[in-house]
């Protein structure tokens, strides 16, 4: 049994967030709403200043297939900005999402009138470009096969992040030993044309890592498989991106994944020496759907969530939430149940 069944959604701390979901749901079609909900978050203290802070968090899904988006704001304090991040700067540097085919996905991009990068070629030879949102926070749009629905062109969810990092090897330990994704796709040095003109000439190590999903969990189907991208950069001394600040302040504020057995999860990363930082215990409650979240910090601190669904609204119109705790956590919900779900799209 894999440890993850996916990419259950990225943390994006924000100023206005009914217009970043309005700018989502444009982007990349992130229109369907799992729950709207404002409450205070004690258990996250450790990484707020050690006071409690209440906000506003919203999940949107892209049915297509790929992760959500949890739009997160504060509403009892301003949130902080930091200064712009560059490529390698240690954090999530960009939230990868999904497309049949990056050529087209960039052409639409353009006709929404959003601002995008110049197609670049990664170096297994797929193109992907890049795009930023209202607040200057990045996305690269990649080639991924595992779709939920079947068209001839498409775009989804989050499938992944570019992740800056201090020491490559650390890292993917970190992410094979304490997470099981196995797969190291490429781990290449040099200089490379889809990072952005500003970064051309400079010297970086990539290593790519792939989890292919077994489509064993509930969600899994939808959610897909993930490609997390490290990058470690070799001309300059990175930054972190969120020194000084809270979880929470604008930017990527974490890369959470969905997990079928949170017990079983933790006594792994504990075995490999990742300590959990924040560990709700038992379901936690997010009025339209409810479950177990935890914490552990990646080697140079980059927040990674880990979620065990146990309440989600099937269909919020006819008040129907499907209760996890007693379906069981280990086989893929069936599909007509899981598409009930974009009935509960948001319409522009």
Not at 121 to 143: F, H, I
Not at 272 to 294: H, I, N, P, Q, W
Request: with cysteine.
């Amino acid at each position: 049994m894999a440890f993850i069944s996916g990419i259950q959604q990225v943390g994006i701390g924000c100023v206005n967030s009914p217009e970043t979901f309005k700018w989502l749901r444009k982007a990349f079609g992130v229109n369907v709403q799992i729950f709207d909900d404002e409450a205070p978050a004690p258990l996250m203290t450790p990484y707020t200043g050690g006071e409690v802070h209440k906000r506003r968090a919203i999940l949107a899904m892209n049915m297509n297939g790929g992760g959500g988006a949890e739009i997160w704001q504060f509403t009892s304090r301003t949130p902080s900005k930091g200064p712009a991040i560059q490529i390698g700067d240690l954090g999530i540097n960009a939230v990868k999402f999904k497309s049949t085919d990056p050529k087209l996905a960039l052409e639409d991009s353009k006709t929404k009138g959003i601002a995008v990068s110049n197609l670049g070629v990664d170096p297994k030879g797929e193109a992907n470009y890049l795009l930023s949102d209202l607040a200057g926070n990045k996305y690269q749009v990649v080639k991924d096969s595992s779709w939920f629905k079947n068209a001839n062109f498409m775009q989804g969810g989050a499938c992944g992040a570019l992740i800056g990092v201090s020491n490559i090897d650390n890292s993917i330990a970190f992410y094979q030993n304490g997470l099981g994704i196995n797969s190291v796709i490429y781990d290449v040095s040099g200089t490379f044309d889809d990072l952005g003109e500003e970064n051309k000439g400079r010297q970086f190590r990539r290593a790519l890592l792939k989890f292919s999903n077994p489509f064993t969990a509930p969600f899994s189907k939808l959610l897909g498989d993930v490609q997390i991208e490290l990058i470690q950069s070799l001309d300059r001394v990175p930054t972190k991106t969120f020194e000084n600040r809270f979880w929470g302040d604008l930017g990527f504020i974490h890369l959470c994944f969905d997990v079928p057995d949170m017990n079983r999860l933790k006594i792994n990363l504990e075995k490999f020496k990742y300590k959990l930082t924040v560990d709700s215990g038992d379901t936690f409650d997010m009025g339209e759907s409810g479950g177990r979240f935890a914490y552990v910090e990646d080697p140079d601190g980059t927040l990674i969530e880990m979620v065990e669904t146990h309440k989600v609204p099937i269909l919020k119109k006819l008040n129907w939430y499907l209760n996890l705790k007693k379906r069981g956590q280990h086989k893929p919900l069936p599909n007509w149940m899981v598409s009930l779900m974009g009935l509960n799209k948001v319409k522009d």
